[in-house]
């Protein structure tokens, strides 16, 4: 008689589910990392946070040299992580030239920076493809308002100021826990208008050709596809 298996603690625990997919995220600031976090929680959705640093420069090129060192994983993943590079305007005229220059000069940059031949570099330009940018302009509280305004909210009217200042101070009087320097973290339970706030960025985006194009709007919201996604929406 074949000896029984005894059943470790693990057995009876509840397995855990599969998530849909998962987002490999790198952000210029802790505010879209809980965000995302907060709205993923509960929907299949898994959020890692790769890395933080203010500079949009730095996060990009660190997207990159992370998709070299796991190029053989995400061939493997079936598509399942989204690489998104997620950061906003916040009046970085400077920064954002030089984030234009990078993307523009990419795979050539990254291939210099991650010290890899020549004769390898068309083998990653597909997984260079999957890195997206969700660039938001003129700051991240921008897309707060929209979700708690919708479709009728002021943000949408042409004459809503576009000063990233007045927008976070209006922010913190509409979100009173939201403080920009303090506790800069969104309510997402107030947020409930995503779905108008990314048809209105959608129309957004098709006046420009994408990422660096898009650095040329007065508001832009790149951020709205991976919502959707996130809220099943796609």
């Known amino acids: ?23 490999q995220l790198f952000a210029e600031g802790e505010t879209e990392v809980q965000y995302l976090m907060d709205i993923a ?4 959705v898994r959020v890692n946070h790769v890395c933080v640093v203010s500079s949009p420069v730095l996060l990009l090129s660190r997207a990159f040299r992370w998709v ?10 079936g598509g399942r ?49 999957r890195i997206k940018i969700g660039y938001v302009k003129p700051c991240i509280e921008l897309w707060a308002l929209m979700c708690m305004d919708g479709v009728k909210g002021p943000v949408f009217d042409e004459k809503y100021p576009v000063d990233r200042h007045k927008i976070q101070s209006i922010l913190h ?9 303090g506790h800069p973290y969104f ?13 209105q960025a959608d129309l957004w985006s098709k006046s420009y ?15 709205y596809p991976l919502v959707k996604e996130i809220y099943g929406q796609v």
Not at 173 to 181: A, C, E, L, Q, W
Not at 187 to 199: I, L, P, Q, R, S
């Open 1 to 23: 008689m074949a000896k029984r298996k005894t059943k470790s603690l693990a057995d009876f625990l509840p397995r855990r589910k599969e998530a849909r997919f998962i987002v």
């Open 41 to 44: 929680r509960g929907r299949d």
């Open 68 to 77: 070299v060192e796991n190029a053989s994983m995400l061939r493997k993943d």
């Open 81 to 129: 992580n989204r690489i998104w590079v997620i950061f906003d305007d916040d009046d970085k005229v400077v920064d954002m030239n030089a984030v234009a220059e990078m993307w523009a000069k990419c795979p050539e940059l990254c291939m210099k920076e991650c010290k890899i031949r020549d004769r390898n570099r068309c083998r990653y330009n597909d997984l260079f493809q």
């Open 173 to 181: 009087k509409r979100m009173r826990t939201y403080v920009h320097d």
């Open 187 to 199: 309510d997402v339970a107030k947020m409930t208008g995503w779905f108008e706030a990314c048809k």
């Open 209 to 223: 050709a994408g990422f660096p194009d898009c650095l040329n709007a007065t508001r832009y919201a790149g951020i």
